[in-house]
Nanobody, 119 residues
C-alpha cells in the first residue's frame, strides 16, 4: 500500500504564508514526479506546481513567484511554500505522486488539505 498524507492547511489572511507538506509512505521503488493540485468550489482540479525526480519544477501562472515546490527525498516528503496568499488561492490542495512500485507505475493522491485565505 502507498499513502500520501498532507498537512499544513488552514486559515490565513491575505498576504500571509502557509507551508503544505505531503509525506509518502509504503512500498516504493521510485518516485518519478510529484505535484500539488487544488480544487476550488465549483471548479475543476488544477495543477499548482510539479517537480520531477531530478528536481525540475513547473508552476501554474497564477502562483509563479509566490509559491515554491520542493522535496526532501530522504524523508519522501513534498512541500509547497505559499507566500503572498490571495483569496483566490482558497481551495482544497491535493498532493499527487507518480510512483513506480515492484509491479508497475501508478498515480497516487492524498486526501487533501483545506487552504482558506481571507480578505
Amino acid at each position: 500500500q502507498v499513502q500520501l498524507v498532507e498537512s499544513g492547511g488552514g486559515l490565513v489572511q491575505a498576504g500571509g504564508s502557509l507551508r503544505l507538506s505531503c509525506v509518502v509512505s509504503g512500498s516504493i521503488f521510485r518516485i518519478n514526479a510529484m505535484g500539488w493540485y487544488r480544487q476550488a468550489p465549483g471548479k475543476q482540479r488544477e495543477l499548482v506546481a510539479g517537480i520531477t525526480s531530478v528536481g525540475s519544477t513547473n508552476y501554474a501562472d497564477p502562483v509563479k513567484g509566490r509559491f515554491t515546490i520542493s522535496t526532501d527525498n530522504a524523508k519522501n516528503t513534498l512541500y509547497l511554500q505559499m507566500n503572498s496568499l490571495k483569496p483566490e488561492d482558497t481551495a482544497v490542495y491535493y498532493c499527487n505522486a507518480d510512483i513506480t512500485r515492484r509491479f508497475g507505475r501508478q498515480d497516487y493522491w492524498g486526501q487533501g488539505t483545506q487552504v482558506t485565505v481571507s480578505s
